[in-house]
């Protein structure tokens, strides 16, 4: 048998038994109530054994309680609408998807995408798809399913493989949930997860939609970088030449009509309009109510950062409303009422796995053992004398293989924030920093792990083109781009933190815990 063919065979079976393990996983809110059933027994376990730790912050001793007592039982079902309405993380979430569904359905996104492929110069063409994938994040499922297979009819009307363009754009938009251009849903979505883990230390910490900014365009621009020699120097030469017809055709209804384009440009004044009222709310001479004149420094711009989500919302519905309005696909208030109402049904799966994070994580805090945890957690790895530069990749590489199991980046997330954001903060790590440092390891893991509908939508994308493209073809393609992720996102978090790069505006590094006893 040739050697490479029994490589091949090999590869297939192992890749044939992570899919069916995939497959046996329950869905990722069963997940979340097997993990909450193991929390109840643990604390049953610890709280009569009498396990304990010293808050260092108040001196108080913290003791395991039990989920099963008569307080805590009392807790879950008086509490239970406060703790599901009361998680941080849904109230931005739903403000903003109201909006962008109102962009989507109305056409705007779908356009500026088409706007943007289709004169994309050939030479270029590799990281503009990369980056402009990275951007499409934020059309949320409309980045895989549209943008995507655009970018294979862009790369065959170029003469380029479109597999290539596929994984080019599907690689843009995974990447696109650690590093990005601009602040999104998911950055406010996180960070609220990260919120509720850092109170149970620090009660008064609050969540800055901006805090992974500048760290996310750094991840951006590494990325990008390392994408476009992956792509380039190991995928395209794997796919070799395009030698199937072209896609003129199909480009050139990728074209906007006259009436798309001037849609474009309603939204354009639009966006303009919702930036000059940002502007006037934080610069007005006398009424600034998006700034906090009494503070000093950074912390001014908290009220302002505060109101991303409710920014996010005016900007999406403005530009979608007006795009709709110019192309006709908006008629009346109606529609757009419509179009939110359908945008919330796109969003479902995720208030009900919500729902059992939320409880999840509000059980972890009463039981004590997420501070007691992230007490004992960073006490050891204190003593091991370890440098943030060096634990928060170890945090990174435990996300990425975490993957396997639970796909959800928030859900995973929730599940991780209530011991490793107060444990991080115990060894002066700002809860933005370890936010940032555990996106890297999600995105890594997204593009080769089979429990990632995407890779699946994308390998079928790439059956058009290459009819025995399957998915042992698809993983052997992302795992060179994986691997280069994983490598390049360690060295640049461990160099991030060493240098004390603030991870966003009034987002550092370091975090001191107000009246932490050392």
């Known amino acids: 048998m040739d050697g490479r063919a029994g490589t091949a065979g090999k590869r297939s079976r192992f890749l044939d038994a992570v899919e069916r393990l995939g497959n046996a996983l329950p869905d990722p809110i069963f997940i979340f109530v097997v993990i909450i059933f193991v929390l109840v027994g643990v604390s049953m376990i610890g709280a009569s054994a009498g396990w304990s730790a010293v808050n260092p912050v108040t001196g108080e001793t913290l003791v395991v309680s039990s989920l099963l007592s008569e307080a805590n039982v009392q807790k879950l079902f008086v509490e239970m609408p406060r703790t599901y309405t009361g998680f941080a993380p849904l109230g931005f979430a ?83 949930l650690s590093g990005n251009l ?41 990325f ?14 794997r796919l070799g030449e395009w030698k199937g017809e072209g896609a003129e055709a199909e480009l050139a209804g990728m074209k906007l009509t006259s009436v798309e384009k001037r849609g474009l440009i309603w939204a354009g004044v639009a966006a303009l309009g919702v930036a000059g009222l940002a502007t006037a709310l934080v610069m007005w001479p006398g009424f600034t109510p998006l700034m906090d004149e009494e503070a000093s420094g950074s912390q001014q711009m908290t009220p302002f950062f505060r109101s991303i989500a409710a920014l996010l919302f005016l900007l999406f519905i403005s530009t979608g409303w007006a795009y709709g309005a110019a192309t006709k696909s908006i008629k009346s208030h109606r529609d757009v009422v419509t179009m939110m109402v359908e945008g919330l049904g796109v969003i479902m799966p995720y208030l009900v796995l919500i729902f059992f994070a939320a409880h999840f994580v509000a059980m972890f805090g009463w039981s004590n053992l997420g501070p007691i945890t992230a007490i004992a957690g960073a006490d050891q790895l204190r003593a091991m004398e370890a440098p943030p530069a060096i634990l928060l990749p170890l945090l990174a590489t435990m996300s990425a293989w975490l993957d396997f199991l639970i796909a959800s980046g928030s859900a995973k997330w929730a599940a991780m924030a209530p011991v490793a954001t107060p444990m991080m903060m115990l060894l002066e790590v700002s809860p933005e920093m370890t936010t940032a440092a555990y996106r890297v390891g999600d995105t890594v893991t997204n593009l080769i792990s089979p429990l990632n509908p995407y890779v699946i939508l994308t390998m079928v994308f790439a059956q058009r083109y290459m009819p025995n493209f399957r998915l042992g073809t ?45």
């Open 94 to 176: 739903l403000t903003i998807m109201l909006g962008a569904a109102v962009a989507e359905k109305s056409g705007l996104l779908t356009a500026l995408m088409r706007a943007s492929l289709g004169g994309a110069p050939k030479n270029i063409l590799v990281p503009m798809v990369f980056v402009l994938g990275m951007l499409a994040t934020h059309a949320n499922d409309a980045a895989y399913m549209v943008y995507v297979p655009l970018a294979g009819i862009v790369f065959a009307a170029a003469g380029r493989h479109p597999v290539l363009g596929l994984i080019a754009g599907w690689s843009g938009a995974a990447v696109g």
């Open 182 to 222: 601009f602040p999104g849903q998911y950055d406010v979505l996180l960070l609220g997860i990260t919120e509720t883990g850092a109170r149970l230390l620090d009660p008064e910490w609050t969540m800055n939609p901006l805090g992974n900014w500048y760290f996310s365009i750094g991840i951006a621009v590494v």
């Open 224 to 237: 990008t970088a390392v994408g476009w020699w992956v792509l380039e120097r190991v995928i395209a030469p």
């Open 474 to 518: 698809m993983i052997a393609m992302a795992l060179p781009l994986a691997a280069a992720f994983y490598v390049s996102g360690m060295l640049l978090t461990a160099v991030w933190v060493a240098l004390g790069i603030p991870v966003g505006p009034a987002a550092p590094v370091e975090y001191h815990v107000p009246g932490l006893v050392n």
